[in-house]
């Protein structure tokens, strides 16, 4: 049982929108920032997003992050196939932890 | 650009030490600017943050494996690493190193992930 809440799985088609939701409480997203990662299968996660919205160098801007009260969520537009993968939130916790959402897996129809 | 890279035994016997290295390239780990992670995945599960530690020793760690866990830093190799006592089989996963700026959220750099299997 994960700390942050996902939903186990989204889909859209290609070119579509997608988002999706992570849920804490005020230990953890309420009080800090929420960073976002993309796995692809195999490989090691890939920052997407920190401090809430911010991309790092070389992250489309079609990746997009916000964050309302204990709650975060990550936005995909113009979907691709290459974009399947599974999504993780991370942030801090007051345990002095750091604590991750369970994982999304995102399929492209 | 850093580069992270996990070392250490790939098949561990329950109720011994886990014990693992990452070494630090392109970047120095005492230079302060970094927190250093492992964080582990069991097969087909999600990531599980292990602890960290600070060029200056000190440490923070996940509250469910405090009791068993030490991660420790050698500046003069440019390494940190991970001892996890008394194994059991849910401890068997890919385990990652991973690098978190001071000065943002986020862990931006990873090792590629070793997998450690816990068996007899």
């Known amino acids: 049982q994960s700390v942050l809440t996902q939903p186990p799985s989204v889909s859209a088609a290609p070119g579509q929108k997608v988002t999706i939701s992570c849920s804490g409480n005020s230990s953890n997203i309420g009080n800090n920032y929420v960073s976002w990662y993309q796995q692809l299968p195999g490989t090691a996660p890939k920052l997407l997003i920190y401090?809430?919205?911010k991309r790092p160098s070389g992250i489309p801007d079609r990746f997009s992050g916000s964050k309302s009260g204990t709650s975060a969520t990550l936005g995909i537009t113009g979907l691709q196939t290459g974009d399947e993968a599974d999504y993780y939130c991370g942030t801090w916790d007051s345990s002095l932890s750091v604590v991750f959402g369970g994982g999304t897996k995102l399929t492209v129809l | 650009q850093v580069q992270l890279q996990e070392s250490g035994p790939g098949l561990v016997k329950p109720s011994q030490t886990l014990s693992l290295t990452c070494t630090v390239s392109g970047g120095s780990i005492s230079s302060g600017d970094y927190y250093w992670s492992w964080i582990r995945q069991p097969a087909g599960k999600g990531l599980e943050w292990i602890g960290r530690?600070?060029?200056?020793?000190?440490?923070n760690y996940n509250p469910s494996l405090k009791s068993r866990v030490t991660i420790s830093v050698d500046t003069s190799k440019n390494q940190f690493s991970l001892n996890l006592s008394s194994v059991t089989a849910a401890d068997t996963a890919v385990y990652f190193c991973?690098?978190?700026?001071?000065?943002?959220?986020?862990?931006?750099?990873w090792g590629q992930g070793t997998l450690v299997a816990v068996s007899s």
């Open positions: 991973a690098s978190q700026p001071k000065r943002y959220y986020g862990f931006d750099y």
């Open positions: 530690i600070y060029s200056s020793g000190s440490t």
């Open positions: 401090d809430n919205n």
